[in-house]
């Protein structure tokens, strides 16, 4: 167990280091930030969601190959918004910010597992390290021009 722990934090390094190193405009405008959070699953199934259950908060369609999670509303306001990129221990993928949680959920986010009921089941819960791009803070003007900037 303790080996399994040392390898993810060493793959959430490196990536971190890779995702830092990609362009320096990129570099100087984000920085990463880290953080432990319940980490769930859930699936594109009418019974799990409200209305069209492949369309999530922000009107993106949820795919099974773009890998994308939501998140529980505090962390909106912590910088996790639409299209942030996360990296979570344990997988190699790079997610994006797709969709949101009920308001219930705090320090939460959600892996998108498309119609895999199974998979998302076996996923079960538990606490992980993400690290999310925000923004680096420079005044009011320049997180506006960056948030323009991001798709």
């Not at 892996?111 to 390290?129: P, S, T």
Request: aromatic share 8%; with cysteine.
């Amino acid at each position: 167990m303790h080996a399994l722990k040392s390898a993810t934090r060493a793959t959430l390094a490196l990536l971190l280091l890779a995702c830092s190193c990609t362009g320096r405009d990129t570099a100087d405008a984000y920085e990463w930030k880290e953080m432990e959070v319940m980490t769930t699953a859930y699936n594109s199934l009418s019974w799990q969601t409200e209305g069209n259950p492949a369309i999530a908060a922000w009107g993106d369609t949820l795919r099974p190959d773009r890998p994308s999670v939501a998140v529980s509303r505090d962390l909106v306001k912590l910088g996790l918004k639409r299209n942030t990129p996360v990296l979570i221990e344990g997988f190699t993928d790079t997610f994006l910010v797709k969709d949101k949680m009920n308001a219930r959920f705090k320090r939460h986010i959600d892996i998108y597992m498309g119609k895999d009921l199974f998979k998302a089941r076996e996923f079960g819960r538990c606490r992980l390290k993400i690290a999310y791009r925000v923004p680096k803070s420079g005044g009011a003007d320049s997180l506006q021009t960056q948030e323009k900037q991001q798709p």
